[in-house]
């Protein structure tokens, strides 16, 4: 009833109609979900993604065409289509009530040029229905929907599958056995990167009207059918499922809070098999039906994705068309610096980013004289930086870009450990007399954690000095104590012990003032070693300085 009831309330006053409707069906789900659709449609149009969706000139026919595919190398379109009718073929479709479906496909050249559309050569194509077309990873399996036609008796629509032929072509298809009764429906194949599930519609024992399954493909054969449950699937129509990867599936529905009719939404498995849906939004989405859309995976230069999806906007015949969509590349811009851990920059550092799943995502740079490096990336996404020197340990910096349809800037400075000289661990601070670490010190020493982690190859000394008072057998002896502390902190915290050693030096190596500390304070010379004689000799403000700059925590490069 609803069905209807909607094909009045589209063309005009939605909210009041849909209000009416729930005052003698207080609890129809349907005009619950119709309810909110109108309430947020506003919203919806008025804060567009970035995609543009239009017409494809190549593409444009009075036919009905739809579910289109892209080859795994994205140099061929598969698409469905009533365009030229062949020979001996029925003139009507029981399926759309057109006439019958056939698999077409267009056709890039070396120029990048498409050619005009085809059907798809080889003995798939019959005077029956053939449609929904989704090939393998490996371009040599190709799956579809099939419904033979018969004027005397029902035929449901099953899943056929083809192999590629030696010259090109695909061969004669043959009906996937997903359901033991080969009267069941079983429609919309979508198969993912792997190979391990195809995805598709069905309907019967499920949540309502058609639904998405799932069944698994392996050696010995088909699995069983698997209900994707209701984080996918509800009381209304899911339909069109495509699969980018083996973990993000497009589908259409007209049972969630959209635009109206059918629309196209995402789905985002995570690690414990649940799923994520979001809608995706206007333009992808209009009032009209939207669904079976497909991903070039080749995307031109400055596009972030493009490819097509079907869609009956614009169509008063209620026909579906081939749009072509295109999202522009979000460009982000990384700045910042390399620089050792006194704030000098380092020269000839070399600055990677990658994804999460590893890949890099950008050429590698080289920082400039004064060490810093500019990065520019396409696309929002998770990273990771990775800044590296032969001289200096390797850093690692996590980088979450935002969702922004404008291009950014992000500040990111590296600092390095140098691998050549000692480095002081800042802000560990003891009580008198003890060698346990406070609290503050500890914070400090994670970071030790972390450098190690990044630099599995390397094993540190870790070594605790003194200040010119007390003798030295005493300071030796406490400052050993306290190394080993770190140490024991270090190995607490996952790290292996044979890549640690602790150092006791006690007062026998006085700190040696760098360039960073000379510039801090300008009574220090550069170069010169706090020894007891030389800060003996300096005011008694000086020489407290002196003290705390030789009572230091630090870590060597052993090996």
Known sequence: MLRSYNSWVAGGRRAKAYKQFLEYYPHDYFGRIGLASVRQADSLLAHPTGHTVETDRLLISPYAEFAPCYAPDGTILYFTSSRVPLRDMLQESEVTGLGTNNLFMIKQDAAGKWSRPDS????????????TPSISSDGNTLYYSYAEQSSTYDRTVQIYKASKSSQGGWGKGERVPIWEDSLRMAAHPAIDASGRYLYFVSEGAGLGGKDLYRIALSEHGWGKPEHLGNEINTPGDELFPTMVGDSTLYFSSDGRVGLGGLDLYKAQMDSLGGWQVTHLGAPMNSPADDYALTFSPKPQSGLAEEGYLSSTRGDQRGRPHLYHFSLPATIIRIDGFVMDREGYGIPQATVRIADEQGLLATPIVSTRDDGSFVLEIAGSNRYVLHASHPDYLNQYMPLVTDSATESTDYLVDFYLASRLHSEQIHDIYYDFDRASLRLEG????????????????????LSSNTDRKGSQRYNKRLSQRRAQSVVNYLIAKGIAADRLEARGYGKERPYVVTKGMATRFDWLPEGQELTAEWVGALTEEQQVVCDQLNRRTEFTVIQ
Request: charged share 30%.
């Open 442 to 461: 500890k914070k400090s020493l994670d970071y030790l954690v972390t450098l190690l982690e990044q630099n599995p190859d390397v094993r540190l000394e």
């Open 120 to 131: 798809v050569p080889g003995s798939v194509n019959t005077p029956e229905d053939e449609g």
